[in-house]
T-cell receptor, first 106, second 114 residues
Framework: LAKTTQPISMDSYEGQEVNITCSHN???????ITWYQQFPSQGPRFIIQ???TKVTNEVASLFIPADRKSSTLSLPRVSLSDTAVYYC???????FGGGTRVLVKP | ETGVTQTPRHLVMGMTNKKSLKCEQH?????MYWYKQSAKKPLELMFV???????ENNSVPSRFSPECPNSSHLFLHLHTLQPEDSALYLC?????????????FGSGTQLSVL
């Protein structure tokens, strides 16, 4: 069963860049890498998805090395409203893991 | 607004009660999911429906009974629950099942079993 590992928590300050790395154990050849954001008492929200190299959208960037055994979500210039839990579920969506709790301080 | 609506938002029930959670999606998706999120525990997939057919039951106790009458609606019928079943129950949808599909989640039903 696919499984991911990511840090439990990270602290940052407003205006800084936050990078969260996820290790992908047993990632399959056809698995995509997807990141979600969850605020308290809400469901997770899709942020970004990629297969290899780099993907960028209006919210974040996703860096995936050639071996695809990890990925890094980059949040540029975070604000207080970026305080949330960030997940990198395994490709089949069955395993979300505990996520990374990001706290942005003023 | 994600296009996935769950009702009720909050529910308190006794262990002998029978209640139902409702999920409706307005996205034209064909796959729907139930997840459970307990305090300080990861999201757990419970059930998956694809084109109204159940394709996944992740070893969920029979006191949880899902129903998918059409691709837009999903129910979770609850009976004789235990206090440890208290959790946030999340519904999600996607165009179809498949690991490359984005999931759209509702805001969840916060369930308390007394």
């Amino acid at each position: 069963l696919a499984k991911t590992t990511q840090p439990i928590s990270m602290d940052s300050y407003e205006g800084q860049e936050v990078n969260i790395t996820c290790s992908h154990n047993n990632i399959a050849t056809n698995d995509y890498i997807t990141w979600y954001q969850q605020f308290p008492s809400q469901g997770p929200r899709f942020i970004i998805q990629g297969y290899k190299t780099k993907v960028t959208n209006e919210v974040a960037s996703l860096f995936i090395p050639a071996d695809r055994k990890s990925s890094t979500l980059s949040l540029p210039r975070v604000s207080l409203s970026d305080t949330a839990v960030y997940y990198c579920p395994a490709g089949n969506k069955l395993t979300f893991g505990g996520g990374t709790r990001v706290l942005v301080k003023p | 607004e994600t296009g996935v609506t769950q009702t009720p938002r909050h529910l308190v029930m006794g262990m002998t009660n029978k209640k139902s959670l409702k999920c409706e999606q307005h996205l034209g998706h064909n796959a729907m999911y139930w997840y459970k999120q307990s305090a300080k525990k990861p999201l757990e997939l419970m059930f998956v429906y694809n084109f109204k057919e159940q394709t996944e039951n992740n070893s969920v106790p029979s006191r949880f009974s899902p129903e998918c009458p059409n691709s837009s609606h999903l129910f979770l019928h609850l009976h004789t629950l235990q206090p440890e079943d208290s959790a946030l129950y999340l519904c999600a949808s996607s165009p179809r099942t498949g690991q490359y599909e984005k999931l759209f989640f509702g805001s969840g039903t916060q369930l308390s079993v007394l």
